[in-house]
Nanobody, 123 residues
Framework: VQLQASGGGLVQAGGSLRLSCAAS????????MAWFRQAPGKEREFVAA????????YYADSVKGRFTISRENAKNTVYLEIDSLKPEDTAVYYC?????????????????WGQGTEVTVSS
């Protein structure tokens, strides 16, 4: 599956962004979806995941309460709503897919990666 992330940009602290990731090439509902991020000089880390049906979501502790992952299978798209942005949220955000029923929060289970969209939060 091909994944195309978009929606990043430069935002002031306290602002909001909505990232989108459009999938193509395979049946979208066959995949659990996830967002990861990589901050400058740091390793890539898990942010959020959602099961193929959208019924279950998972979040990293650092983003709980501020990030919301959702999906629209009819549009082959997964979203990441980010509220109350902090400078430490500055990173390249990657969408990713894993087989339905696997462990999308774990990089070893990821089958496909998008190209990333950059989020910069100014203080």
């Amino acid at each position: 599956v091909q994944l195309q992330a978009s929606g990043g940009g430069l935002v002031q602290a306290g602002g909001s962004l909505r990232l989108s990731c459009a999938a193509s090439g395979r049946t979208f509902s066959n995949y659990d979806m996830a967002w990861f991020r990589q901050a400058p000089g740091k390793e890539r880390e898990f942010v959020a995941a959602i099961t193929w049906s959208g019924s279950t979501t998972y979040y990293a502790d650092s983003v709980k309460g501020r990030f919301t992952i959702s999906r629209e299978n009819a549009k082959n798209t997964v979203y990441l709503e980010i509220d109350s942005l902090k400078p430490e949220d500055t990173a390249v955000y990657y969408c990713a897919s894993a087989a339905a029923g696997s462990s999308p929060a774990v990089e070893d289970w990821i089958q496909y990666w998008g190209q990333g969209t950059e989020v910069t939060v100014s203080s």
